[in-house]
C-alpha cells in the first residue's frame, strides 16, 4: 500500500510515537530514536534557528568547548550510540540516562516543530501536560 508522505508527516508521526512509546509504555530507547529522527528532519529545515544549533552555540560559548565535543560527547551522544555501530565490539556497553534523554529528544524535536510552523504533534499537549507534572 502506497502513501504519499512528507518529511513533516513523517517527523510528526514520529514524534506521535516517541511520545507514546515513552508515556505509555516506558520505552526509552525506540523513543530516543524517533524522537532523534524527528529533531534532525525538521532542525535541518531550521538550519541555525534549530534546537540542535542553539544548543551547541550556548554549551560551546558558555564552556568553552569544541564543537565536536558538544554536539557528539553531549548533545547527541545517546541516539549516535544507539543508532551507529562504529568500530564497537559486540558486547560493547555504555551508561545512559535513557527516561532523561527521551525527554530531552523529544523536547527538542518539539521545538523545531514549534519554530517551523508553530503545530505540536497530537501527542504534544500529553507530552507537556505530563512534563509539567513531572517537575
Not at 558486547?91 to 516543530?113: D, H, S
Given at each position: 500500500?502506497?502513501?504519499?508522505v512528507?518529511?513533516?508527516d513523517?517527523?510528526?508521526?514520529q514524534?506521535?510515537?516517541?511520545?507514546?512509546?515513552?508515556?505509555?509504555?516506558?520505552a526509552?530507547?525506540?523513543?530516543?530514536?524517533l524522537a532523534?529522527?524527528?529533531?534532525?528532519?525538521v532542525?535541518e529545515?531550521?538550519?541555525?534557528?534549530?534546537a540542535?544549533?542553539?544548543?551547541?552555540?550556548?554549551?560551546?560559548?558558555?564552556?568553552?568547548?569544541?564543537v565536536?565535543?558538544?554536539?557528539q560527547a553531549?548533545?547527541n551522544?545517546?541516539?549516535?550510540w544507539?543508532?551507529?555501530?562504529r568500530?564497537?565490539k559486540?558486547?560493547?556497553?555504555?551508561?545512559?540516562?535513557?527516561?532523561?534523554e527521551a525527554?530531552?529528544?523529544?523536547?527538542?524535536a518539539?521545538?523545531?516543530?514549534v519554530?517551523?510552523?508553530?503545530?505540536?504533534?497530537?501527542?504534544?499537549?500529553?507530552?507537556l501536560?505530563?512534563?509539567?507534572?513531572?517537575?
Amino acid at each position: 500500500m502506497k502513501f504519499t508522505v512528507t518529511k513533516i508527516d513523517a517527523a510528526v508521526d514520529q514524534m506521535d510515537w516517541a511520545i507514546k512509546l515513552l508515556l505509555d509504555h516506558q520505552a526509552y530507547i525506540p523513543a530516543i530514536t524517533l524522537a532523534g529522527a524527528a529533531e534532525e528532519i525538521v532542525g535541518e529545515l531550521l538550519g541555525d534557528e534549530s534546537a540542535f544549533s542553539q544548543l551547541k552555540k550556548k554549551f560551546c560559548a558558555q564552556y568553552n568547548l569544541p564543537v565536536n565535543v558538544v554536539s557528539q560527547a553531549h548533545l547527541n551522544r545517546a541516539k549516535n550510540w544507539l543508532k551507529h555501530w562504529r568500530d564497537l565490539k559486540d558486547n560493547e556497553q555504555t551508561e545512559i540516562e535513557l527516561e532523561e534523554e527521551a525527554i530531552q529528544y523529544i523536547v527538542r524535536a518539539l521545538i523545531n516543530l514549534v519554530t517551523h510552523d508553530r503545530s505540536l504533534p497530537s501527542e504534544g499537549p500529553r507530552f507537556l501536560d505530563w512534563l509539567a507534572k513531572r517537575q
